[in-house]
């Protein structure tokens, strides 16, 4: 008992003294976080920061719908909505923009055609991976301050989505040409960056802008502040303690947020991916359509949705109401007795092939493994670290790969993954029916009948199961009710991070 | 105690050398493009080869690492692949509070170590075995784990701290200290335990050697025999692991940073080492081995001061 009550006072002693500090220091920070409460501050956590904000840059809409805005926006029904134009007018040459008068960006320099001009050329020239899909934009011609014209090498009827995109936000001319964009984002949004009130890697403060085009009664805060908590543990302490109103979390924490009354989440689906079947060319693993779909058949969609408690099953990349949507595509139902009967068709061929998987989808991939062992298909799987991940995985390389496909209209999977030149077709192979349904789909340009065309066009790809098994994962938003109220998904959709900021309101207001 | 100084720096010289060239051929070795990992699953072979080009990706490896090391020399450690930033500024940005968390926890782990070492060798029994037992729960503990209890007790059941840590000293100097206090508990707390067992172990050792009791025997009183002798002899081992606990704290304040959201060096080469950065993680690491190389120069300067022997070596 004595060496027991002994070896406590050491202990005791210390942390009675570093709490005394705690006490005395620690009250600031709370007097902080009720302020907020009452400023009009929404305080929201994507966990980091981007490490540019030029547009173009990989930017996830958390970060880049506070400052900045698009040319157009899609609304929840994937129709095409004007934001900084108002009109638009497209043909197989040109896509011609009728641009909102009277906006400026927050540095004062007026929203104009040229720069339209500046930023359109500034992400297609740019070292980016929104730079591709803008190559078809020959050129750009300012027509007069608020029309411009974008001259395309080839028919794109997904030019105006693109726009739409996290990709494609509008940023100060003046701002880009000085190269000062990159860690100060110059939009033309609700809110402007404040560096002053910033603490860089930590918050970074954005206050209302005056001469904000919509005016201020289409906000709710005053103030967005950005934070960087990392660690979901971390994030969901401070929602609960109000230093933060809002945050991207994880179902590991559902258990802590549904105890508090305070607390309540969201989750709508951000996240695709599905298998590649690569190895297509003559010869390879995957050439005969026969032991693709008996693949597709031996994958259970059901017990790899359960890897992951956000994930969802679909029968096709895209959703009910999305362009390429086919009601016909019902995807392949898990039959292993139909799977064997099929590569018994194909004379049971010996398959082996490689995958390569990075630490956060190699257990996706060991499941793709077991079940196609059923059928005889012998997968390995590669494990590497995520750099070698990103620039093999799709090389060529390895016959099969897990696809994360966030492309949105039918039009832009389709030149992704599935055209014969597509960069994610490496064998560069394509049937001629293929081609042909794409061809006459993008002939079509933007007129009613191609949505009918891009169906036939994303029904082949499942018939001839280039991919199958679509799984996607949903994204978790937490906030704290005492402080925000009105959150709700952006209707711009597969955005992760993706809150509509101007619908937030103060709670209580 | 000047020639010491200039040995330990003409040593460290190449070290730095080799640690930098290391890393260049470490980074060379990873296999894929930084091309690749720039523009994504959408990139063409033409693009792929536009941006290699203007990265000088396709020149020679000798070529890139005489140019890479001639610019260092200089100061200059080229431009991050991911925003074009130059990668000293990005590193002067996250480095204050890297070492104001693996201060803290130097602090934490020196201040603590050494009063629990100490306590344990003068009085053997209970409280020795008490502080053993502390000691081995301070090695056991993870200091990612340990970060998060602390954080969920003291920030966010009593709201005592922020969650969000960090504050730039130079903005606010109070929010700066209350800041880093649990960060640096969490940091410091294995290595405390770990200067605490070295600490214990030697002065033991000097409370045993006979000019204790020489010293005790003439009269010199019992508090200045243990701080001005025993405890001056005890930290020269200890002194000498500093060196080595420094290198852990640098690599848990990496986790450690994540837990308390501190914009530190962790976050940054963490990202640049998956987005294939490399003119950053290149940076980042001989920034680093120059701050490990730093405190071991000047830890032996202490050593020296502490030991004459070592100074006339």
Not at chain 1, 291 to 305: D, G, K, P
Not at chain 1, 386 to 415: H, V
């Amino acid at each position: 008992m004595r060496s027991s009550k002994n070896s406590t006072k050491p202990k005791a002693l210390a942390l009675a003294s570093v709490a005394a500090v705690m006490v005395l220091a620690g009250c600031s920070g709370n007097a902080a976080s009720q302020d907020k409460s009452t400023s009009g501050t929404l305080a929201a956590n994507w966990g980091g920061f981007p490490e540019s904000w030029a547009p173009g840059a990989e930017m996830e809409a958390g970060y880049m719908r506070v400052p900045y805005e698009n040319l157009v926006a899609l609304n929840g029904q994937g129709e095409i909505i004007p934001v900084l134009a108002t009109k638009w007018e497209q043909t197989d040459k040109a896509l011609t923009l009728t641009l909102r008068e009277g906006v400026t960006f927050h540095d004062g320099t007026p929203f104009d055609a040229e720069a339209v001009k500046v930023n359109l050329e500034s992400i297609r020239d740019g070292k980016t991976a929104y730079a591709g899909p803008l190559k078809v934009i020959e050129s750009v011609d300012a027509v007069d301050a608020h029309t411009v014209r974008l001259n395309l090498s080839e028919p794109t009827p997904s030019l105006l989505t693109q726009l739409s995109t996290r990709g494609a936000p509008m940023g100060s001319p003046k701002a880009i040409k000085a190269g000062t964009i990159a860690q100060t984002p110059v939009g033309t949004g609700p809110w402007a960056y404040d560096a002053k009130s910033s603490t860089k890697g930590t918050r970074m403060t954005f206050t209302y802008y005056d001469g904000y085009w919509d005016g201020a009664d289409s906000v709710g805060f005053q103030t967005v502040e950005l934070y960087a908590i990392p660690e979901d543990n971390a994030a969901t302490g401070a929602l609960a303690t109000g230093e933060i109103s809002l945050t991207d979390t994880e179902t590991t924490q559902f258990g802590r947020i549904e105890s508090n009354a305070s607390l309540k989440h969201l989750s709508y689906p951000a996240i695709r991916n599905n298998p590649m079947f690569f190895d297509r060319g003559e010869g390879g693993a995957f050439e005969d359509v026969r032991v693709r779909q008996a693949a597709c058949y031996a994958l259970n969609t059901e017990e790899i949705a359960k890897l992951e408690p956000d994930f969802k099953v679909r029968s096709q990349h895209f959703s009910e109401g999305e362009p390429g949507y086919n009601p016909d595509v019902t995807g392949y139902t898990h039959d292993l007795a139909k799977a064997k009967a099929l590569m018994a068709e194909a004379g049971d061929p010996e398959v082996e092939v490689e995958m390569l998987a990075a630490p956060f989808n190699e257990k996706q991939m060991q499941v793709y493994a077991e079940q196609l062992g059923k059928i005889g298909i012998k997968v390995s799987v590669q494990p590497a670290a995520p750099p070698q991940y990103f620039s093999q995985w799709n090389s060529g390389r390895y016959g099969l790969g897990l696809g994360s496909n966030d492309e949105l209209t039918p039009y832009d999977w389709y030149q992704a993954w599935f055209a014969e030149e597509a960069p994610g077709n490496p064998a560069h192979v394509e049937s001629a029916e293929l081609k042909k349904a794409a061809d006459a789909a993008i002939a079509a340009g933007a007129s009613d009948e191609a949505d009918a065309l891009w169906q036939d066009v994303t029904k082949i790809i499942s018939d001839e199961a280039l991919t199958c098994a679509h799984v996607a994962g949903e994204e978790l938003i937490a906030w704290n009710t005492k402080v925000v109220t009105d959150v709700k998904p952006s209707t711009q959709p597969w955005e992760t991070n993706a809150i509509d900021y101007k619908a937030l309101r103060p709670a209580g207001e | 105690m000047g020639k010491l100084i200039a040995y330990r720096l003409v040593l460290a010289l190449p070290q730095l050398a080799l640690v930098s060239l290391l890393v260049f051929f470490l980074t060379y070795l990873v296999p894929g493009s930084p091309a690749a990992a720039i523009l994504g699953a959408g990139a063409t072979p033409e693009s792929l080869a536009q941006v290699e080009s203007d990265l000088g990706l396709d020149q020679p490896f000798a070529e890139r690492l005489v140019e890479w090391f001639g610019a260092a020399l200089t100061g200059d450690l080229g431009l991050s692949y991911s925003n074009s930033l130059p990668v000293s500024d990005l590193i002067a940005e996250r480095l204050p509070a890297t070492l104001s968390l693996v201060g803290g926890g130097l602090v934490f782990a020196g201040v603590f170590g050494i009063l629990l070492g100490v306590l344990a060798a003068l009085r053997p029994g209970p409280l020795d075995r008490a502080i053993n037992g502390v000691t081995s729960l301070g090695l056991a503990i993870p200091e990612f784990w340990f970060g998060l209890i602390l954080s969920l007790v003291f920030a966010v059941q009593l709201g005592w701290v922020p969650v969000v840590a960090y504050t730039p000293l130079a903005e606010d100097p109070a929010a700066w200290f209350t800041g880093m206090i649990l960060p640096s508990i969490a940091l410091g707390a294995p290595a405390a335990a770990m200067v605490a067992r070295q600490t214990r172990g030697a002065m033991a050792k000097s409370l045993r050697a006979p000019y204790i009791d020489s010293l005790t025997a003439v009269g010199v009183p019992r508090t200045r025999v243990v701080v001005r002798y025993a405890l001056k002899n005890a930290m020269i081992p200890v002194l000498a692991s500093t060196g080595l606990t420094l290198r852990i704290l640098i690599g848990a304040s990496f986790v450690v940073e994540t837990v308390f959201a501190v914009p530190g060096m962790g976050e940054l080469l963490l990202h640049s080492v998956i987005g294939k950065d490399f003119p950053v993680v290149q940076g980042a690491v001989l920034v680093v081995a120059v701050l490990v190389i730093g405190v071991n120069l000047v830890l032996d300067v202490g050593y020296g001061l502490l030991d004459p022997k070592v100074r006339s070596q």
